[in-house]
């Protein structure tokens, strides 16, 4: 599998709007997926690969919590390959940047992702409204 950064937004825009992964993510952007762009300031957009399919998308930001990452696998390869693709990204985190933790708000009903991040090496820190607050470091 390859992890390349990616500066190429329509790539980005075409996996994130994926029909079932927009529908996953669709509250945070809001429901019109036809004025949805990637946003670019200090956002790191991991994609990975095998051979020429994309696998899923990884992206990283700053916000008040600090380093915050979402994981978007592309839905017919995540039980092939989820796994794999988290620890690669975390991995390339690691390796190319100087970022020491990273967390994730997951939604509170969505034990599956929780458990999914647990996999990754993610801890509960607590909650924030109806999300789980999750922390990985170095």
């Not at 996999?119 to 470091?137: L, Y």
């Amino acid at each position: 599998m390859i992890i390349e950064r990616s500066y190429d937004y329509p790539l980005i825009k075409q996996i994130m709007t994926e029909p079932q992964i927009w529908q996953e993510i669709c509250g945070n952007y809001g429901d019109r997926i036809e004025e949805f762009e990637p946003a670019t300031d200090d956002y790191v957009y991991l994609i990975g690969y095998d051979k020429l399919n994309i696998i899923g998308l990884f992206i990283i930001h700053k916000s008040e919590y600090g380093y915050q990452c979402h994981v978007q696998v592309i839905p017919e390869r995540r039980k092939q390959y989820s796994t794999e693709f988290g620890e690669r990204v975390i991995r390339w985190a690691w390796d190319n940047t100087d970022i020491n933790k990273l967390i994730a708000l997951i939604p509170s009903n969505l034990t599956n992702v929780i458990s999914f991040a647990e996999t990754q090496g993610f801890k509960i820190a607590g909650f924030i409204e109806e999300d789980c607050f999750m922390v990985i470091e170095r």
